[in-house]
């Protein structure tokens, strides 16, 4: 499962961030996960406590908010809603949507103490 790899990468975030600021431990994280991105939420979710059992984010809580998935129609000249990478344009049921949003995995936001 690549969603282990994905939080070990939060991870790693966190223990860098812990460099520049001083805490003892972090008690939520915020992900902002891309509706159109390879991470399911709930694999995430499923994984995030074991990858982080012995961590500085241990028994942390997980957040996950998803960003809905955004596309360029050529044809419609104008930004579109997509529910899938290669989706056609909801506008003009045309194929020629190239996808420009919906697709990150970030560090939204940590409570730290
Ligand atoms: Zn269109």
Do not use: Y
Not at 7 to 19: G, L, M
Not at 22 to 33: D, E, G, P, Y
Request: aromatic share 4%.
């Amino acid at each position: 499962m690549h969603e282990v790899s994905l939080i070990e990468n939060v991870i790693a975030i966190v223990e860098r961030e812990r460099t520049r600021q001083a805490f003892t431990r972090v008690t939520m994280i915020k992900l902002t996960v891309g509706a159109l991105g390879h991470a399911e939420p709930d694999a995430l979710r499923f994984c995030f406590h074991a990858v982080a059992a012995g961590t500085i984010a241990d028994s942390s809580r997980l957040e996950i908010e998803i960003v809905p998935g955004q596309g360029w129609c050529a044809d419609c000249r104008g930004t579109v809603p997509l529910d899938e990478r290669f989706g056609a344009c909801p506008v003009c049921q045309g194929g020629r949507v190239r996808m420009t949003g919906g697709d990150v995995l970030r560090v939204a936001e940590m409570e730290v103490e």
